[in-house]
């Protein structure tokens, strides 16, 4: 079966960084879009970003743009997210999932457990 597995969150202060990573199995990584939501206390589900299967293509919430890079090793069938310059805004659990398709990347077949990221002075 499909398994999303996050890592690499934690607490960080305000303009700092951190880099977000999930392991995939259970489908052929190469072959599908991928994408990265959230959801922030009291909030619904939050679209962030998303990539296409080469890595080529790639498209960001306004909210993230310009800040937040995502991206895929599909050797290692992993998926990446570098956000920097973070704000308290940005405190979420955040969620790596497989989306139907690169155009509908916020609508998921599947989605890991999340990672807590917490920016806070």
């Known amino acids: 079966q499909v398994q999303l597995v996050e890592s690499g969150g934690g607490l960080v202060q305000p303009g700092g960084s951190l880099r977000l990573s999930c392991e995939a199995s259970g489908f052929i990584f190469g072959n599908s879009a991928m994408s990265w939501v959230r959801q922030a206390p009291g909030k619904e589900l939050e679209w962030v970003a998303a990539i296409g299967s080469a890595g080529y293509s790639s498209k960001y919430a306004d909210s993230v743009k310009g800040r937040f890079t995502i991206s895929r090793d599909n050797a290692k069938s992993t998926l990446f997210l570098q956000m920097r310059s973070l704000k308290p805004e940005d405190t979420a659990i955040y969620y790596c999932?497989?989306?139907?398709?690169?155009?509908?990347?916020?609508?998921?077949?599947?989605r890991g457990q999340g990672t807590q990221v917490t920016v806070s002075a």
């Open positions: 999932a497989q989306p139907v398709s690169y155009v509908r990347s916020d609508t998921y077949r599947s």
